[in-house]
């Protein structure tokens, strides 16, 4: 069965400083890979995805996401941090198989902006 | 941008009463799924329905649950008789065809069961 750990359940950062969110996966076979970002009080939006080919993925927001089979990672990175970004950050990792394709998240990271 | 919506945003029900969830997906999407989030815990995937048949289930969706497109249109959730711990915020997903892509999310109806 897949899994999904994300170590850090807060990140505080300043504005204007870059910003790593760890994500581990367990999963048996080629993963797909998924970032959302929720803010207070909407639903889960898509950040960036990675089913194959280049390891670094672009998304939305000025974020990237990079995958390393090798450690099992896919964490999510920002350059430079605005206020905006304050929210918390869900790693998933997806099985497709059939038409159930369901998704399995991570705890999640609550990120925190400071001034 | 097209969006899923859910109804409602927030519903208080009494432990044993019933509830219905409701979601529109976005127009041209086939596969539906509700996930929940317990507060301070991780987002959970409940089921997935595709052609008017579950596809996928998990260990939490147990008799008590339902789920129908009554319309062609809406995507519901039913729980039969609500326990404590059913409160939780529950989020609709959905997709097109393909196995590869992205599943949507609505903003969640948050269930308090008192």
């Known amino acids: 069965a897949q899994s999904v750990t994300q170590p850090d359940i807060h990140i505080t950062v300043s504005e204007g400083a870059s910003l790593e969110l760890r994500c581990n996966y367990s999963y048996g076979a080629t993963p797909y890979l998924f970032w959302y970002v929720q803010s207070p009080g909407q639903g889960l939006q898509l950040l960036l995805k990675?089913?194959?080919?280049?390891?670094l993925v672009q998304g939305i927001k000025g974020f990237e996401a990079e995958f390393k089979r090798s450690q099992s990672s896919f964490n999510l990175r920002k350059p430079s941090v605005h206020w905006s970004d304050a929210a918390e950050y869900f790693c998933?990792?997806?099985?497709?198989?059939?038409?159930?394709?369901?998704?399995?998240f991570g705890g999640g990271t609550r990120v925190l902006v400071k001034p | 941008e097209p969006e899923v919506t859910q109804t409602p945003s927030h519903q208080v029900t009494q432990m044993g009463q019933e509830v219905i969830l409701r979601c529109v997906p976005i127009?041209?999407?086939?596969?539906f799924y509700w996930y929940r989030q317990i507060l301070g815990q991780k987002v959970e995937f409940l089921v997935s329905f595709y052609n008017n048949e579950i596809s996928e289930k998990s260990e939490i969706f147990d008799d008590q649950f339902s789920v129908e497109r009554p319309d062609g249109s809406n995507f519901t959730l039913k729980i039969r008789s609500t326990k404590l711990e059913d409160s939780a915020m529950y989020f609709c997903a959905t997709r097109t065809s393909g196995t590869m892509e992205t599943q949507y999310f609505g903003p969640g109806t948050r269930l308090l069961v008192l």
């Open positions: 998933a990792v997806g099985a497709f198989g059939a038409a159930g394709n369901k998704l399995t």
């Open positions: 990675y089913f194959s080919g280049d390891t």
């Open positions: 127009s041209n999407h086939l596969y």
